[in-house]
Each structure stands twice: as C-alpha cells, then as structure tokens.
C-alpha cells in the first residue's frame, strides 16, 4: 500500500524539508506520486533545480499549474480542483501562510483525505476541535508538523522528564530569531499585523516543545509585539516579547522576531533553557534542560560561499541535510525528515487499519489506530495537542492589546 500525496503550498518549507523528505519515502515505496499546487507557477519552478536533480534522479512531481505555464497566471482556488480529484483516502500536505490551514484541512477532510499540516494547524481552539471531530468521524488522520519533537535531544528530555530525573519545571527561556533575509522574502505578502506575528509563527515551536517534554499546559499567556515596515510597505510585528506560564506555575520567556543578521554565522539564532527543582519539600537540588538549536559543534569555513552566501558557517546537521549514502544521488537525514516520516507513517497506520482483519467494521479499526496514535502523543494531532491552538488564540489577543495578559481555561481533556 503507498499513499499518493498532494502538497498545498511551494514555499520555503517545501523545498528545505517536505519535498525531499517525500522523494526519499516515494524511493522506499512508502508514498506514490506527488502533486505540488501552488497559486503561480514561479514558485513550482524553483522545485525542479539542479539541487533536486542530482539528490532525486529521475524522480519528480506533477506540477499545477503547468511549469510551461505563463509567469504571471494566478490561481488562487485551483488546489480545490487538485484535492478533489484524488482518489479518496490518500494523502494532503497543507504547507501554505496559517490563514489557509483552516479551509485547506477541512476541505481535504471533507474529501476523504487524510491531513498533515505545518505548525501552527489553526489560530482558534474552535476550528481545532472542529477539524479533530470531523477527522475522527471519517476515520481520517491529521497531524501536525513540530518537527523539534523528532529531535533525538527532545525525546530524551521527555523520557528524562517523565521519569523524574530533572524534577519540576519552574523557570526558562527561550528564543528563536530568523534571518533578516525575511524581510525581503514572500513573507512581505502573508507575514502581517493583521494576519500573524513572530510569537504565533515561530514561538509556537518552543511552547510545543515544553509541553511535549514535561506533559504541563499553559494557563497564561503575554505577548508584546514590536512593529515594523517590510520593504513593500506592509505592516508586521518583527518581533514578539512572551511571556507563557504553566498550568504547575512554571513560566518560559519567549523572544522571536526576523532579524538574525544575514552576515552572522548561523542560519538564525535559537535555542531553550528550562529550569527545574526537585519536589517540594525535598530540598535536593535543581535541574537544567538546555538544548543550544543554533549551534550543534559544527564549524565549516569555506574557500568557496556556501548557497547562502557565507564563508564561515555554523552548520546545523541535526534538522535536515542531504547527504551521500550507498545508492543514487543523495538520502535526506535529521529530525525534519524524520518528523515527516512519523506523519506518513501514522496515516499509513490508520489506513492500514482499515483494511486488516480484525473485530468490528473497517471504521472502528480506523478509529481505534487514531486513538492510540493520539495517547502516545508524539506526532501532534488536534485530539492531543490542541492547547497549540489555545497558546496561538491567547497571544494573538494579547499582541493586538499590546501585551495584555490572556488566561486560558484548561478542559476537553487537554
């Protein structure tokens, strides 16, 4: 069984992790064709260069539009028509500007199809619980795409956690700051006040992350939203101030913004610090979880610029990088392609569920695979993580008012 994949969206995460991630399970037999659909065919022309080439010989994706498509044709509803006309129970990546998510998802459930999605899934708890009832009625999976999770130093911190090595978590901070380079992207059209902000895009990694390592749920959120200009005129927060407290009364300051210099070093500057203490009462010591994201002891210097431009880099070969292995052209390896494995792999699983012999009909089976999926809770889905959506709908109310702080009520099981 291989599920054929459509991808929504060919921006930026597309062709540093989706794309290749879903070469290397189509060359394992995991996946069938691969559709990408985007609103103009510039961008589906920057997936077929010569870096795709030489990694992914002779393999390829069906392009809508056209790539022989004119450079200026709009079509902002034609992933509709692509979605529709998948056979049902495959396989839709939604990786477009958050704003989209919401009808994308639903859409692609109402297909029969089954979800991935990039963080975050949606902006409002209601649309989550929606999307989570309606992928549960029909048997379907949706997951979401937190890649960090799949970091070997993330699942050892939780096994750790929940073992009681570290203690309680009671203090921490972390930052995740992109380049500069940003400002002068795509993300002008999509990344504005209106829209989102640096806390909700990116801070929404690390508050995941908390979670994921100690199980605690967030119960206040602040966050103060600096403001700039992109170079075409729109108006965005550059960068966000948070401030999350945890449901234990642990707190994590956040920083995000795009402004990590395009000269430094690294490909951004990120990285979290979380405190903890031993049981109340007890009185034996402290514990300290630290993970430095933006450099993991690798340091090339070159006598040629690397593709960004840098002759001195901090390489980062944990996330994603493709690299020789014993066959043809080059193997993805890191948690980002390992994270998008996990999500193939855990639709396959309900899939695979439904047409096993077993008790009960083919949808009880479905529904049973989704509800192990969820209690495990590594892949993010809406039933186990929506206190994402909850973070994301509380900082989006307190960045509008500048910095308020926003109470979350806990319940429906998160």
Not at 71 to 92: G, N, Y
Not at 175 to 189: A, D, M
Request: aromatic share 10%; glycine share 10%; hydrophobic share 40%.
């Amino acid at each position: 069984m291989t599920l054929d994949t459509t991808i929504l969206g060919a921006g930026m995460i597309v062709y540093d992790q989706i794309l290749p991630s879903l070469y290397q399970l189509q060359r394992a037999s995991i996946i069938g064709p691969i559709r990408v659909a985007a609103s103009r065919t510039t961008r589906l022309r920057e997936l077929v260069d010569a870096h795709f080439t030489a990694a992914f010989q002779g393999q390829s994706f069906e392009a809508h539009p056209p790539l022989d498509g004119g450079d200026s044709r709009v079509t902002p509803d034609l992933w509709k028509d692509v979605v529709a006309a998948m056979e049902p129970r495959q396989l839709v990546i939604v990786a477009t500007p958050d704003e989209l998510h919401n009808e994308m998802v639903t859409f692609a459930l109402e297909h029969d199809q089954h979800v991935i999605c990039v963080k975050p899934l949606v902006h409002q708890v209601r649309q989550a619980h929606a999307i989570r009832d309606l992928a549960y009625t029909r048997g379907l999976f949706v997951g979401i795409e937190y890649h960090k999770r799949f970091d070997r130093r993330s699942l050892e911190a939780r096994g750790s956690y929940r073992a009681g090595r570290f203690g309680e978590f009671r203090c921490g901070e972390a930052k995740l700051i992109e380049p500069w380079s940003y400002r002068h992207s795509n993300f002008q059209n999509w990344f504005t006040k209106d829209k989102t902000d640096p806390f909700t895009y990116i801070g929404c990694h690390y508050v995941d992350l908390v979670y994921f390592i100690t199980g605690l749920r967030p119960v206040e959120v602040s966050v103060r939203g600096i403001e700039g200009i992109f170079p075409n005129g729109n108006e965005a927060y550059m960068w966000s101030a948070a401030q999350v407290t945890f449901e234990n009364g642990g707190v994590l300051s956040l920083l995000n913004g795009l402004g990590y210099p395009d000269q430094g070093a690294g490909s951004n500057d990120q990285g979290i610090c979380l405190f903890c203490e031993s049981a109340a009462g007890s009185n034996t010591g402290g514990g300290l979880i630290e993970h430095r994201d933006n450099f993991r002891g690798v340091a090339h210097s070159y006598v040629k610029p690397s593709a960004a431009g840098k002759y001195f880099h901090f390489i980062n070969p944990d996330y994603f990088r493709l690299v020789p292995f014993d066959g043809q052209g080059l193997k993805p390896v890191g948690y980002g392609y390992d994270s998008i494995e996990a999500l193939v792999a855990a639709a396959m699983q309900v899939e695979q569920a439904g047409s096993a012999s077993g008790e009960g009909t083919a949808m009880d089976r479905r529904q049973t695979a989704l509800r192990a999926i969820d209690e495990r809770g590594l892949v993010a889905t809406p039933a186990n993580s929506s206190i994402n959506e909850q973070v994301v709908e509380a900082g989006r109310l307190s960045i509008l008012n500048g910095g308020s702080r926003v109470r979350i009520e806990l319940g429906d099981g998160l």
